[in-house]
């Protein structure tokens, strides 16, 4: 499933200004001969840790030599699978015989937070400060002019140990989306349901009113599954209660982090959630089941029997059927309307560090061909080769994927045929790709097309944009103390734990809501949640109050 939706979330797009004369350009205002090198201008040489995607060969890659060329660098691989790159990782750091720098796919393995800050204060990684103050203009502006980014990459020191894979994925960006079959509702003449009580009533008659026509009470009203990319059942239906990030379990009011999951409204949520399994509109096996199991009850032989499904896009759950489904906007419920808002689906940690391995010629080169990549051409020769391998210019008539954009890149389809795909770094090459970017690429105008499916993801999006809290817990950028990275983890492992077994307990009647709500709040005290939460406080500040 991972390898999917990493391939739809990624459905790149590049932008540029003018890649006519890119790599006439390059040369001059990337790096080029200034890069580095000797007084006889011979090539940098810099070992290199990567991971080597499928159908791409580093050392022959056409991104690879473009950059050898154009920065007066020489690449030397040391280059693993991806099966067991965390791993992998880990042991060259450990074996004190690591690389220059690290280049990673970020969606693969990275640095985490924690792992920034110790190789940071080890003195294993360099600050990048001075190196982008210098040498990487596009940087710094970007640094400058976006804040999002600011907190993803500046540790509590003001250090800058390294690059995450920037990339704002705006469907990615609201998860916990709900897709509901329409066909059904225009055979039951039902309107698009907007409350608690209405959605109810739809799956009542999903259930109970055979929109499949077949004459059997098989229709299941309501599924999901229990993987990431917003496919649990509980997020979108608690939203009507109260804000659940389907993460943490942690809200911000008046800048102080608290947890949701002992509150009146999470019990009152849940209440509503059990009366819909009590009356068997949802299907038990949202809660155990995994995607293939999901889209087995999407894609059913016999008949068409699915009222609605959870995730971040219904090719999760559907194929053959996926026009059958439109996106149902937050609904409104007695005390909210929220949608789960995570960041863009950035990943917090980096994916380019430079090591003290690394001469002083080498930091300048890599440096400034990570400079190239903030730019638009760069983004887009690096994630899609030259013109005409991976993408061409907008013809007319053809419309970006923004509102009111105007287009500037076309994807070139990848035929499978034609060999490996050895022109591009693919998520290697990741490191800044803004909404306005993404916005940029052409994008079919037929939402039901092949090429419009990202054009269908952000048009559903935008329903439910605006709907998050005015305050977000940022948990996926904030910076937390090392001495408390472990009991941190610890705590967050226990008590999520905790939540999700009292929830489903809850829901499918195994707990009682009235007799065993209040011992339920005291196990979460007894596993120290206040602590927990003010762990979380003291990493809030530190990031965006120090």
Known sequence: ????????????????????????????????????????????????????????????????????????????????????????????????????????TGYIDQFSQADVLKYGEQGVIIPLNDLIDQYAPNIKAALESNASLRSYVTAPDGNIY??????????????????????????????????????????QAFKTKDPNGNGKADEVPLSGSTEDFGVRIVPFLMNGFIYNDDNNYLQLVN????????????????AYIKSLY?????????????????????????????????????????????????????????????????????????????????????????????DFMFTPEGQTITLSGQEGEGWRKPEPGEEALGQGVTPQFANIQYEEDKGP???????????????????????????????GYERRLYEATLLYEGKEPKELFPYWAIWMDPSETDEASMLQTNIKSYIEQSTLQFITGNKDLEKDWDSYVAGLDKLNISRYVEIMQKAYDMTFNP
């Not at 040489?45 to 991971?51: G, H, Y």
């Not at 709900?178 to 109810?200: G, R, V």
């Not at 800048?255 to 949701?260: L, M, S």
């Open 1 to 104: 499933m991972k390898k999917r939706v990493s391939n739809l979330v990624c459905l790149v797009m590049v932008l540029s200004m003018m890649l006519a004369a890119c790599s006439q350009k390059t040369g001059t205002s990337g790096a080029g001969g200034d890069a580095g090198g000797s007084g006889d201008n011979q090539p940098v040489k810099i070992s290199v840790f990567a991971q080597q995607e499928s159908g791409i060969d580093l050392k022959t890659n056409g991104v690879s030599k473009y950059l050898e060329e154009n920065f007066n660098i020489e690449f030397d691989w040391q280059i693993i699978p991806t099966d067991g790159a965390k791993e992998k990782r880990q042991i060259s750091l450990a074996s004190g015989d690591y690389p220059d720098t690290y280049m990673l």
């Open 255 to 270: 800048g102080k982090v608290d947890t949701v999951a002992n509150k009146p409204e999470w019990k009152e949520g849940l």
């Open 421 to 451: 795909k050895n022109y591009a770094w693919s998520g290697m090459g990741h490191f800044y790709m803004t909404r306005e970017y993404r916005d940029s690429f052409v994008t079919a105008k037929d939402i039901y097309a092949p090429d």
């Open 162 to 203: 390294g690059l995450v894979a920037y990339s704002e994925c705006f469907h990615c960006s609201y998860p916990n989306k709900m897709w509901i079959n329409t066909k059904w509702l225009d055979q039951l003449n039902l309107e698009m349901p907007a409350t608690m009580e209405e959605f109810k009533q739809v799956l």
């Open 278 to 370: 009590d009356e068997g509109l949802i299907d038990p096996g949202a809660f155990t089941q995994n995607a293939e199991a999901f889209k087995k009850i999407g894609e059913n032989a016999n008949a068409e029997i699915l009222g609605a499904g959870a995730g971040m896009h219904p090719a999760i759950f559907v194929d053959k059927r996926t026009k059958d489904f439109s996106p149902l906007p937050p609904l409104t419920g007695p005390y909210a309307s929220y949608a789960t808002h995570n960041g863009s689906g950035i990943a917090p940690g980096a994916k380019f560090v430079i090591t003290n391995k690394a001469s002083e010629e080498a930091q300048v080169a890599l440096i400034k061909m990570i």
